[in-house]
């Protein structure tokens, strides 16, 4: 991850601007590269897969406290404007999904539904006896 | 009685980080639960989730009259760490874990192209909308469009092209304005636009670019989508920030003549 948010942020200072150009994006792809090498050559062990695997079970909860500390005021008070162009430039690029969606052939299927309900999160169990 | 309520204020802040891990888990169990039994799954618990914590968001704003939501609540500013940029770019990048590389490249293109179509689509609509409303000078519609954009290419668009401070204003709500509806309506729209699989996952960020957003968003619609809609989406707020104050500047300058 550090070194792709190095790469993003090399690039936004290429091209001059104070923010972190596709670091994620760049970090994602190495992840990806990396795990796919090590899996192949059986490097990768099962501890490190659990550790990953952790965090990306611990998303949720950490999408959720990034909802609770948007500044969900500010944009309610922005007026009309700020709504009207938030919610046409969503319903807009909503429209374009499933025409964008046909390029490059027919849309691969649905992936299969989960069975059952999702696992509660990691999160509480380990946390109440610490807290 | 307030001495215990002062110690245990005390400790949730000395302890701030596990304090949000604490207040979230229970957040995110009691979604589900209602999930289950209000809805019988229909509504995924994480949605629930997310549209509480934006609740909460909105108390906390009203409440202490600070920007970050919930976590201006001294108690309860382990929620903004927990939340902000450093975990949960880290919590996405891990979702990229076994994401299907062959999927990924075969949606590689139509990804490409509906970055530049969400990019040009809600500068021209951020900038249609600024006109409507009597903002009719090139400066303030590109930066306007910028927060249509996402709420950082707005202030960054406005900063470098020189709009005023609440034009720049303007732009961060409609860009924050976005990115909430993006979180909570994804799972309503998912069946009207085909939105089931990693392709349309990955048209789907990047034509709304707000990374919170789609990655809200997706989580509450199904989470296996996730890697595929961040992944175009980190790459949308950069491409917005470099358009914006150069060629769609240029361009709408053009067209008010």
Same mark, same amino acid.
């Given at each position: 991850?550090?070194?792709?948010?190095?790469?993003?942020?090399?690039?936004?200072?290429?091209?001059?601007?104070?923010?972190?150009?596709?670091?994620?994006?760049?970090?994602?792809?190495?992840?990806i590269? !990396?795990?796919?090498?090590?899996?192949?050559?059986?490097?990768?062990?099962?501890?490190?897969?659990?550790?990953?695997?952790?965090?990306?079970?611990?998303?949720?909860?950490?999408?959720?406290?990034?909802?609770a500390?948007?500044?969900?005021?500010?944009?309610?008070?922005?007026?009309?404007?700020?709504?009207?162009?938030?919610?046409?430039?969503?319903?807009v690029?909503?429209?374009?999904?499933?025409?964008?969606?046909?390029?490059?052939?027919?849309?691969? =299927? =649905?992936?299969?539904?989960?069975?059952?309900?999702?696992? =509660?999160?990691?999160?509480?169990?380990? !946390?109440?006896?610490?807290? | 009685?307030?001495?215990?309520?002062?110690? #245990?204020?005390?400790?949730m802040?000395?302890y701030?980080?596990?304090?949000?891990?604490?207040? $979230?888990?229970?957040?995110?169990? #009691?979604?589900?639960?209602?999930?289950?039994?209000?809805?019988k799954?229909? &509504?995924?618990?994480?949605?629930?989730?997310?549209?509480?914590?934006?609740?909460?968001?909105?108390?906390?704003?009203?409440v202490?009259?600070?920007? @970050?939501?919930?976590?201006?609540?001294?108690?309860?500013?382990?929620?903004?760490?927990?939340?902000?940029?450093? &975990?949960?770019?880290?919590?996405?990048?891990a979702?990229?874990?076994?994401?299907? %590389? @062959?999927?990924?490249?075969?949606?590689?293109?139509?990804?490409?192209? *509906?970055?530049?179509?969400?990019?040009?689509?809600?500068?021209?609509?951020?900038? +249609?909308?600024?006109?409507?409303?009597?903002?009719?000078?090139? $400066? *303030?519609? %590109?930066?306007?469009?910028?927060?249509?954009?996402?709420?950082?290419?707005? /202030?960054?668009?406005?900063?470098?092209?020189?709009?005023?401070?609440? $034009?720049? +204003?303007?732009?961060?709500?409609?860009?924050l304005?976005? *990115?909430?509806?993006?979180? +909570?309506g994804? /799972?309503?729209?998912?069946?009207l636009?085909? &939105?089931?699989? /990693? @392709?349309?996952?990955?048209?789907?960020?990047?034509?709304?670019?707000?990374?919170?957003?789609? +990655?809200?968003?997706?989580?509450?619609?199904?989470? @296996?989508? $996730?890697?595929?809609?961040?992944?175009?989406?980190?790459?949308?707020?950069?491409?917005?920030? &470099?358009?914006? /104050?150069s060629?769609?500047?240029?361009?709408?300058r053009?067209?008010?003549?």
């Amino acid at each position: 991850m550090l070194v792709g948010a190095f790469i993003g942020e090399l690039i936004g200072l290429l091209i001059g601007i104070d923010a972190n150009v596709g670091g994620v994006g760049i970090s994602m792809l190495l992840l990806i590269a !990396v795990a796919a090498k090590g899996q192949a050559s059986g490097r990768l062990r099962p501890i490190s897969q659990s550790g990953i695997i952790f965090w990306s079970g611990i998303y949720i909860p950490v999408v959720v406290a990034m909802a609770a500390s948007q500044n969900a005021v500010a944009a309610v008070r922005g007026g009309t404007a700020a709504v009207l162009a938030g919610v046409l430039a969503v319903a807009v690029s909503c429209a374009l999904v499933p025409v964008l969606s046909r390029i490059g052939g027919e849309p691969p =299927p =649905p992936l299969e539904p989960v069975g059952g309900q999702p696992p =509660p999160p990691v999160p509480d169990t380990d !946390v109440e006896q610490s807290a | 009685m307030t001495e215990v309520m002062d110690l #245990v204020a005390d400790v949730m802040s000395r302890y701030g980080l596990i304090t949000a891990f604490a207040i $979230v888990g229970i957040t995110v169990w #009691v979604s589900y639960q209602l999930s289950a039994r209000l809805t019988k799954g229909k &509504l995924h618990g994480s949605a629930i989730a997310i549209m509480l914590g934006l609740l909460a968001a909105y108390v906390g704003g009203v409440v202490t009259g600070g920007a @970050r939501g919930i976590a201006d609540i001294e108690v309860l500013a382990g929620i903004g760490l927990m939340g902000g940029g450093m &975990l949960r770019d880290f919590a996405i990048i891990a979702t990229a874990f076994g994401v299907n %590389t @062959r999927e990924l490249a075969r949606a590689g293109a139509a990804g490409v192209i *509906s970055l530049f179509a969400g990019v040009f689509v809600s500068f021209g609509i951020g900038a +249609a909308v600024a006109y409507a409303f009597g903002y009719t000078d090139a $400066v *303030s519609m %590109t930066t306007i469009g910028g927060g249509a954009a996402t709420y950082i290419v707005g /202030p960054v668009t406005g900063a470098a092209i020189g709009a005023s401070s609440d $034009v720049i +204003a303007l732009s961060i709500a409609a860009g924050l304005i976005k *990115s909430m509806l993006v979180m +909570a309506g994804t /799972p309503f729209v998912a069946p009207l636009i085909g &939105l089931n699989n /990693p @392709r349309s996952a990955m048209i789907y960020g990047g034509l709304m670019g707000t990374t919170s957003g789609v +990655a809200g968003g997706l989580a509450a619609t199904d989470e @296996r989508l $996730v890697p595929y809609g961040a992944m175009t989406a980190t790459f949308y707020t950069g491409l917005g920030a &470099l358009l914006g /104050p150069s060629v769609i500047f240029v361009a709408i300058r053009a067209i008010m003549g």
